[in-house]
């Protein structure tokens, strides 16, 4: 689940910038999250609980809890809000989807999906896309579903 949420992670970077802590919570590591972005978080995430921050190299990321479900908000090092994401049931994905997904990768089972929704600006990605995790005794694999229910082969996961 930890490739998965860094892989989502990655895809809307435009690159790595120069950090430079104004303030801000402490994390484990004893690296700051950005006056900037926890200001931007708690505005817009004002009813999270349980909020956990893990900055990375490329990203700052809040781990939290919004009336009872789990999501991850990602911003990167210049505290641009790169996206949401939360694990969400299978049947969440449309039908068209889900018969190109029996078809195209029959024998695997689906392991989790995931539901990234960003602003559009600062991925290459449109609004809202699904990231399905499927598993076959041989492989490991992350499709993409995007808004019209088309899928497309995001990557090898082991």
């Known amino acids: 689940m930890k490739k998965i949420f860094l892989t989502i ?58 009336n009872g479900v789990k999501m991850t908000a990602f911003y990167n090092m210049n505290g641009e809000y790169l996206g949401l994401t939360q694990d969400v049931a299978y049947s969440t994905i449309g039908e068209k989807a889900k018969k190109e997904i029996a078809s195209q990768y029959a024998g695997y089972d689906v392991n989790e999906v995931i539901k990234l929704e960003t602003n559009g600006a600062n991925t290459n990605f449109a609004e809202t896309v699904y990231f399905v995790d499927l598993k076959s005794s041989a492989a490991e694999v992350l499709v993409r579903v995007n808004q019209s229910n088309d899928v497309f082969f995001f990557q090898k996961v082991k």
């Open 9 to 66: 992670a990655t895809i809307g970077l435009l690159g790595t910038s120069v950090y430079a802590a104004d303030g801000g919570k402490k994390t484990e590591k004893t690296a700051t999250v950005s006056y900037a972005v926890q200001n931007d978080f708690e505005g817009t995430f004002s009813d999270a609980t349980n909020v956990t921050w893990t900055i990375t190299s490329n990203t700052q990321k809040a781990t939290f809890l919004s």
